[in-house]
């Protein structure tokens, strides 16, 4: 396992060099630069502002001192929001989008693994067909539509909880964290039942019924173990995701999270805030594709790692 | 005797026998509290957009200046009306030739830590933002003073800046050229004082909270010249993108006053929100620009005449906009001082002008069987997007011309419009960054960057150039003739005048329209 372990984590230097490499160029193909806008600027104060910010040195000049800071964990200032760094604007929104996605994540734990059970216990029953359907509605239904559905009700109608704006208050996180569970909620529910089905119709689940085990035990003890194991795969990718916010979630309820840097720092030209951005979501993809295989061989005693455990 | 029995009150809370159930309803009770929580005397405002930055040399969004409008005062200030009064100046005196300025420093003038605003700190803001090494992008509005131009390219040395503190109090500033406009330039942020380093403010608040993406939160400053003059003890200015989203909020009351409205919804909103909702003219133009350069409108006044009259700005304005949006046939917004107070416009009929506009098509070459061909560019926007696709339709329905409406975004848009290679016709437009037509004529002089049209006239200029060294009314004589030369060229189609769109709740009061929509939250207060 630490073999295992190691090799991964040495594999994911050149993938994060490769990604950086990829952004850093790429980004400075799109046409446009960072300090354009409807007020074209004198040439001698764009020549001020490209000295400035190191824009008038070749590219690959550009590139080496960027690589350069970056293994100095420095990743330059803002060319946009131009009060911060991009580690400033990264520290500031991280731990908001990470709060709100790992209550998002928990919450979509935490009622999608039971109904999605629920649901393959009653196969082909009402139950069943409800619990699916609703699940369907609910992976259909955008953000962009249930955000503001739910504004509408709760803040303006019932008047109940804040349309928007941020405080890490219970008041503030209900809405955006419902918004981002519901979809999360409506997969896991469909990944869980399918999978559920798929156990409970093999021979070690027919066994242990034969021994006369209840079924409770059965369906918690024997089956739901295996059964998650889609839903592990299903969990990495979308944990980075998540986690690293949502632009359309963020945007409606005016979060502070690091979700809607993708999108304005690319429209922007922001070159550093969007390669700072992309690297931490690498790294967090590399990060819980790793822990999504070392839960695999927790949850799955077949799966080893290390080549000597390999069984027949 | 009468003996009283006192019966213990019991409260509904005391009914609730369960603990769990108590848990919650406190919980509820918390959650509650928490959502309707108020702080008293904080006004709170949408901002619009993050601002660029709060540096008074490198901000130059619009929601950038009204912050910094708060934070600081420069020599010249803003009334409720956005009419100039003195600032950190208590009055200033100008020489006979019109050139040299000089300020008395109010001697109540402090810093938020209570320091006296000297003339020196002056001068000390002004050296930075001409220092290339700031990289101040406002820097070109201080080209009107000596030397200025020079240093900031980096030709001269920050001594030869035609502004000095005579003494601690009083404040010199040297022109190249009489400008009418400069008390109004000095209300720009890039004019204001600095005291070394940006956490002093000048101005009737200073900054408490700043999270990017979310708001920024400023107190009163106690030390500031009028501080008694201050009815709120708080301001709080929300970043919000999104005109709904900000509605929304609005509508759950956690705005008092909103930066705009959503595009299109304007008789609902007058329905809900009554005499709330403010609109109100505003200097501000927006027009098409053809590119004078390329084929087909090099030379082709005919067409670009057809074009402009085969557009109904009426039906434009008020069908398709809807957003309050005034027709436009000029380019100086009316109201703009030596301006009529509204646009004369076009005294012919929609029917005449459109009749009008095909013979001109005709005259120009183009008919049915060879109909013009030409691309409409725009930058992504719900409001451009419905202009476009109304004026291309407009121009197929009276002319027959065929129209390839480019939605681009927005750096490639302005890229493209920049460099004017492969534009035809593009949108454009102009906010007044001062009270002044030169401000908007300025657009089309031949060197300047912001002539997307790339017209070059000579006539032009020479009127432009004449109306920079006079002054009083021939000045704005001469400017009223630069304007009517080039509408007359149709080197733009002026289509609509910006207004400003609030929503303004009732218990704010002190809150004005007016043209320039600049609201300096010191005129504002809560019932």
Request: charged share 20%; aromatic share 10%.
């Amino acid at each position: 396992m630490l073999n295992f372990s190691l090799k991964r984590l040495a594999s994911a230097v050149p993938t994060l060099f490769l990604l950086i490499t990829f952004a850093f160029f790429l980004i400075r193909i799109a046409p446009g630069g960072p300090f354009d806008s409807e007020r074209a600027l004198p040439p001698e104060i764009e020549a001020n502002l490209a000295a400035k910010y190191h824009l008038d040195e070749p590219l690959l000049f550009q590139y080496g001192r960027y690589l350069w800071q970056i293994v100095r964990l420095d990743f330059g200032p803002s060319f946009h929001y131009l009060d911060w760094t991009v580690n400033d604007l990264i520290a500031q929104g991280a731990p908001v989008s990470f709060t709100l996605g790992a209550l998002a994540l928990i919450l979509a734990l935490l009622i999608g693994i039971p109904i999605g059970a629920w649901a393959a216990f009653r196969q082909n029953r009402p139950a069943d067909y409800s619990v699916m359907s609703i699940a369907m509605i609910g992976i259909s239904v955008p953000n962009f539509v249930m955000a503001p559905l739910l504004i509408l009700l709760f803040a303006i109608i019932l008047g109940w909880l804040p349309a928007g704006g941020w405080e890490f208050t219970p008041s503030r996180m209900v809405l955006p964290v419902v918004t981002l569970a519901l979809p999360m909620i409506a997969y896991i529910a469909r990944i869980t039942r399918g999978s559920m089905i798929e156990v409970l119709h093999s021979s070690f689940i027919r066994t242990a019924r034969a021994k006369g085990m209840p079924e409770k035990d059965v369906l918690i003890h024997h089956a739901l173990k295996p059964a998650l194991l889609p839903v592990i795969s299903y969990l990495g990718p979308a944990a980075a995701a998540i986690l690293t916010g949502s632009v359309v979630v963020e945007r409606i309820f005016t979060i502070p999270g690091i979700g809607s840097y993708f999108v304005q720092g690319a429209l922007n030209r922001d070159y550093t805030l969007v390669m700072g951005v992309v690297i931490l979501y690498g790294i967090l993809i590399i990060l819980f594709n790793f822990l999504v295989d070392l839960l695999y061989a927790w949850l799955d005693p077949r799966i080893r790692y290390d080549d000597a455990e390999i069984g027949p | 005797m009468q003996t009283a029995t006192i019966r213990p009150v019991q409260l509904p809370f005391d009914c609730i026998r369960s603990n769990l159930a108590r848990a919650g309803l406190l919980l509820v009770l918390l959650l509650w509290s928490l959502a309707c929580q108020a702080d008293d005397n904080t006004l709170h405002r949408g901002l619009g957009p993050e601002p660029d930055a709060l540096d008074i040399h490198l901000a130059q969004s619009l929601s950038a200046l009204n912050v910094l409008r708060d934070l600081h005062e420069g020599l010249v200030s803003f009334n409720a009306r956005a009419e100039l009064i003195p600032g950190a100046a208590r009055g200033w005196t100008i020489s006979d030739d019109g050139r040299t300025w000089t300020f008395e420093l109010d001697d109540s003038a402090r810093w938020s830590d209570g320091e006296p605003i000297l003339a020196e700190h002056f001068v000390a803001g002004w050296r930075r933002a001409l220092d290339p090494a700031t990289g101040s992008p406002t820097v070109g509005l201080l080209d009107v003073v000596v030397g200025a131009r020079a240093r900031r390219m980096g030709q001269a040395s920050a001594d030869a800046v035609g502004i000095r503190a005579v003494a601690p109090d009083r404040l010199e500033i040297e022109l190249v050229r009489p400008v009418p406009w400069l008390a109004e330039l000095l209300t720009h942020p890039v004019t204001y004082p600095w005291a070394g380093d940006a956490s002093r403010f000048s101005g009737p608040f200073m900054l408490a909270q700043r999270i990017p993406g979310s708001h920024i939160a400023l107190l009163a400053n106690p030390y500031w010249r009028e501080a008694e003059q201050i009815s709120l003890d708080a301001v709080r200015w929300h970043v919000i993108e999104e005109p709904n989203v900000e509605l929304s909020r609005y509508r759950a009351g956690q705005l008092h006053i909103t930066e705009t409205i959503p595009p299109g919804r304007l008789a609902w909103l007058r329905e809900l929100f009554g005499d709330e909702l403010r609109i109100a003219p505003y200097l501000g133009s927006f027009f098409l620009v053809f590119n004078h350069q390329r084929e087909p409108f090099a030379d082709n006044l005919a067409l670009r005449q057809a074009l402009s009259l085969a557009i109904d700005r009426e039906l434009l304005t008020e069908r398709v906009l809807g957003a309050g949006e005034v027709p436009a046939w000029q380019l100086v917004p009316p109201g703009m001082p030596g301006w009529p107070k509204t646009d004369p416009g076009d005294p012919r009929s929609q029917a005449e002008r459109i009749a009008e506009a095909q013979r001109l098509y005709r005259q120009a070459g183009y008919s049915e069987r060879r109909p013009l061909r030409v691309e409409l560019r725009f930058n992504t926007s719900l409001a451009h997007r419905r202009m476009a696709a109304a004026v291309a339709a407009m121009w197929r329905e009276h002319l027959g011309v065929q129209t390839r409406q480019v939605n681009e975004e927005w750096k490639v848009f302005v890229a493209n419009r920049r460099q004017g290679r492969i534009t035809e016709i593009v949108r454009g437009g102009w906010i007044a960054d001062w009270r002044d037509a030169a401000n908007f004529l300025q657009l089309f002089e031949s060197d300047s960057p912001l002539n997307y049209s790339f017209w070059h006239d000579a006539e032009f200029d020479r009127l432009m150039t004449q109306a920079g060294s006079a002054s009083g009314e021939q000045r704005l004589e001469l400017l009223r003739q630069a304007e009517q030369r080039m509408l007359e060229q149709q080197v733009i189609i002026p289509l609509y005048y910006y207004v400003s769109r609030h929503l303004v709740h009732a218990d704010v009061e002190g809150f004005e329209d007016n043209l320039m929509d600049i609201h300096l939250s010191r005129w504002l207060s809560l019932r």
